[in-house]
């Protein structure tokens, strides 16, 4: 039993375990995701080669309960995959234009999946092996978090959540990534995970606990990494099993 009673020390959670994935094998980087709890909300990811040279991912987090979000959630797979490979396959493209395209294409099928508004943060990012770039859109979705020799920077909000405007659009710029970088994203269950019981106020896990996590993980296994932030989040909230989802995606550009 964890933190419901106050008089016992709480067991701790199960290790989680990363979700077998089919990520495209990269030359010099790698992509892993976890996820932690009862797959209960509307976490998804996925990732796509588009062309020789591009990698396409992305972390969408649909409101609402998986039970509800099928069809929404089958739309926006479809959507990243086939309109992604479309976009971004040519070999001389404005990989800004194309992202903010998709991005534009994707909010409008959540609507139209949904029959109306329908919020969907999502990170979404573009790799191109042969400089070493990251062209990205961050529809108000968790900052995502660059792990360099610097320290961690974060990649805020370019634009609002999809599904919400049918005409929104959401900026995508694109960053160099060094060698050794990580590039984290987490959901929103993660920083919102809380303490209970015997842990005072319900205090949340909050994005600074992430960032602590992953800057004292000195691993570049993509796998290890996603896998740590969440046992994180587990020992933090001391319950096997959580009311949202947990995912946690990690990119690492290892040569």
Do not use: W
Request: charged share 20%; glycine share 10%; aromatic share 6%.
């Amino acid at each position: 039993m964890c933190a419901l009673f106050q008089s016992r020390t709480p067991a701790p959670p199960p290790a989680v375990e990363p979700v077998p994935s089919e990520f495209p094998k990269m030359d010099g980087a790698e992509i892993a995701a976890t996820t932690y709890g009862q797959r209960v909300a509307g976490d998804f990811y996925d990732s796509v080669r588009v062309s020789p040279e591009r990698i396409l991912f992305g972390l969408l987090d649909v409101a609402g309960r998986r039970e509800n979000n099928q069809q929404i959630l089958a739309a926006a797979q479809k959507i990243f995959c086939t309109l992604g490979a479309e976009l971004f396959s040519p070999p001389d493209i404005n990989e800004s234009e194309a992202m903010t395209t998709l991005s534009l294409r994707l909010n409008r099928g959540i609507m139209d999946a949904a029959a109306g508004v329908h919020s969907c943060p999502a990170f979404i990012g573009c790799y191109n092996e042969r400089y070493g770039t990251l062209c990205y859109t961050n529809a108000g979705h968790t900052p995502g978090l660059v792990r360099d020799s610097t320290g961690i920077t974060e990649l805020g909000s370019t634009g609002l959540p999809l599904g919400l405007f049918s005409h929104a659009t959401s900026e995508a710029p694109t960053i160099g990534l060094q060698k050794g970088v990580v590039l984290l994203l987490v959901s929103r269950g993660v920083v919102e995970g809380k303490c209970r019981g015997d842990k005072a106020d319900d205090l949340e896990f909050g994005l600074e606990r992430v960032k602590e996590r992953l800057q004292s993980n000195p691993s570049h296994s993509a796998e290890a990494l996603s896998a740590s932030i969440l046992n994180a989040v587990g020992e933090f909230t001391c319950q096997p099993l959580v009311p949202d989802d947990m995912t946690a995606l990690v990119f690492v550009r290892s040569a």
